[in-house]
Nanobody, 124 residues
Framework: QVQLVESGGELVQPGGSLRLSCKASGFILDYYTIGWFRQAPGKEREVVSCIPIGDGSTYYTGSVKGRFTISRDNAKSTVYLQMNNLKPEDTAVYYC?????????????????WGQGTQVTVSS
């Protein structure tokens, strides 16, 4: 059974850092591209970052470039999203999702499985 479980979300002050984890089970992570998405209250879900299979290019949405870093540890079946210099506008539920495409895709409908999400709140 394919399962994705996000963790690491919490309340943090502006300027702080968090590392989100997405633990995969029921499949071999090596063969999947992983995306991180987020949904803020009253807004549509948006792609934040993506890391493809193999050595392809990662993707970051403009508002997080230079602050967020995506990485994967296939041996641990885990994908990470390191988030630095957090801003109130980063407040959202963060989701990880997977697909079998070789390169990053930004379209939600192209992802096959999703986690349940983890809440990130940036506030003083």
């Amino acid at each position: 059974q394919v399962q994705l479980v996000e963790s690491g979300g919490e309340l943090v002050q502006p300027g702080g850092s968090l590392r989100l984890s997405c633990k995969a089970s029921g499949f071999i992570l090596d063969y999947y591209t992983i995306g991180w998405f987020r949904q803020a209250p009253g807004k549509e879900r948006e792609v934040v970052s993506c890391i493809p299979i193999g050595d392809g290019s990662t993707y970051y949405t403009g508002s997080v470039k230079g602050r967020f870093t995506i990485s994967r540890d296939n041996a641990k079946s885990t994908v990470y999203l390191q988030m630095n210099n957090l801003k109130p506008e980063d407040t959202a539920v963060y989701y990880c999702a997977i697909n079998r495409r070789r390169f990053c895709t930004l379209l939600e409908h192209e992802y096959d499985y999703w986690g349940q999400g983890t809440q990130v709140t940036v506030s003083s």
